[in-house]
């Protein structure tokens, strides 16, 4: 998928984007191999809240569903995870 950059919250941020993932036992690193892993044709929009989301496996071959924000800031495309787990 094409972006310029992934945006995590900072320790103290609230919402915290890291700590939510990190809810349901994923890492920061997984969530980038998917992200980096699925091309652009694989964006679909999640059923519960409409937002841009993808399916795909990390590094490890573990399966995720990753639910996203996509913004532009200064030309850049950056990316916002917003939650991130298991997809069976």
Known sequence: MHFDYIEWDEPGDVPNNVDHIAEHGVAQEEVEDVLASVPDSRVIRSRSSGRPSVIGE???????FVAFERREDGGFVVIYPITAYDHE
């Open 58 to 64: 990390t590094a490890e071959g573990r399966t995720l």
